[in-house]
């Protein structure tokens, strides 16, 4: 069964427009950690943030925040008034207490264009 | 610089032919993972590994294989009993001292099927 679903395949979108991707999980333990990534396209994952199951505070980092929802299995990410330099796959995870293993998201492919 | 180094970048496997890529990390981290990513999918994991001389299988072991003979070094071997091998392969690292602790990954290696 799919842990990680990523709905949005790609988004197009002008620079310094929002973009909101979507990230929805499923788990039955009540500690688990998520995970965004980006990948650009070089190549390498870029750790963006990790969030543990018990903390549901909303997080801003620069132009960057997460939404974190556990009513709704929602674990979402804004980049406000996006760049070129934004362009990039970006990937949801997740990570159970059972174990160590990440389960990634399909990805969400974002453009930004000039 | 600390960090995940893999090489080579390129490489190309002939029918029938064994494969080794390899991964290095100067973390001092515990855990080294491999994992398989195709295109427009999110990753897979292959083997990891929380000691030296030891190791799992992940999802997609079938037609790999590793070691782990020194902390730094977890090399994954491409057998030719993987008859789809094409695809982008990352490795990466975490410390153990904190449950799920983040995973960081190296710069991947793009295997190629002439």
């Known amino acids: 069964a799919q842990k990680v679903t990523q709905a949005q395949t790609e988004i197009s979108v002008v620079e310094k427009e929002d973009v909101t991707l979507d990230c929805v999980y499923e788990t039955r333990d009540t500690t688990y950690y998520l995970f965004w990534y980006k990948q650009p396209p070089s190549g390498e994952l870029v750790f963006l943030i990790r969030?543990?199951?018990?903390?549901?505070q909303n997080e801003i980092s620069g132009r960057y925040s997460w939404n974190f929802q556990k009513s709704t299995s929602s674990f979402n990410f804004t980049i406000t008034a996006s760049q070129v330099v934004d362009s990039a796959v970006y990937f949801c995870a997740l990570s159970e207490a059972r174990d160590y293993k990440l389960s990634f998201g399909a990805g969400t492919t974002v453009t930004v264009r000039a | 610089d600390g960090g995940i180094t893999q090489s080579p970048k390129y490489l190309f496997r002939k029918e029938g032919q064994n494969v080794t890529l390899s991964c290095e990390q100067n973390?001092?981290?515990?855990?080294m993972y491999w994992y398989r990513q195709d295109p427009g999918q999110g990753l897979r994991l292959i083997y990891y590994s929380q000691i030296v001389n030891d190791f799992q299988k992940g999802d997609i072991a079938e037609g790999y294989s590793v070691s782990r003979e020194k902390k730094e070094s977890f090399p994954l071997t491409v057998t030719s009993a993987q008859k789809n091998p094409t695809a982008f392969y990352l490795c990466a690292s975490s410390s153990l001292t904190v449950p799920q602790e983040t995973q960081y990954f190296g710069p991947g290696t793009r295997l190629l099927v002439l």
């Open positions: 969030r543990n199951s018990f903390d549901e």
């Open positions: 973390l001092n981290h515990d855990a």
